[in-house]
């Protein structure tokens, strides 16, 4: 079992910067990948980026390369997303979830791939 949470939204202006983190329980947080996800009104929810279970890795939703940057330090349980160049689209709640399958290689963008999610942070980037 893992169990997560997100800390660091909040409001900021268009072309702001933000860090989010994810804080991990359990001894396996290393062994599950973690992606980030967000969730805009009345919209589905859908992938932002991914890190492996080592940190070597990353992937990122096409439209957010170059902005976003996801991380993980596993000596303290935590992911992170740093998110520059904010626009008002980035307005949502953030989403940290980890991989249905420890020790998995593959890194999702199915967000029904993963099991274990945090209660989300609201992220409001004003113009």
């Known amino acids: 079992q893992v169990q997560l949470v997100e800390s660091g939204g909040g409001l900021v202006q268009t072309g702001g910067s933000l860090r989010l983190s994810c804080a991990a329980s359990?001894?396996?947080?290393?062994?599950?990948?973690v992606g980030w996800f967000r969730q805009a009104p009345g919209k589905e929810r859908e992938f932002v980026a991914g890190?492996?279970?080592?940190?070597?890795?990353?992937h990122y939703a096409d439209s957010l390369k170059g902005r976003f940057a996801i991380s993980r330090d596993n000596a303290k349980n935590t992911v992170y997303l740093q998110m520059n160049s904010l626009k008002p689209e980035d307005t949502a709640v953030y989403y940290c979830?980890?991989?249905?399958?420890?020790?998995?290689?593959?890194?999702?963008?199915?967000?029904?791939?993963?099991?274990?999610w945090g209660q989300g942070i609201q992220v409001t980037v004003s113009s």
């Open positions: 359990g001894r396996t947080f290393s062994s599950y990948a």
């Open positions: 979830a980890a991989d249905r399958t420890p020790y998995s290689s593959a890194l999702r963008t199915d967000r029904n791939q993963y099991d274990y």
């Open positions: 890190v492996s279970r080592s940190g070597g890795t990353t």
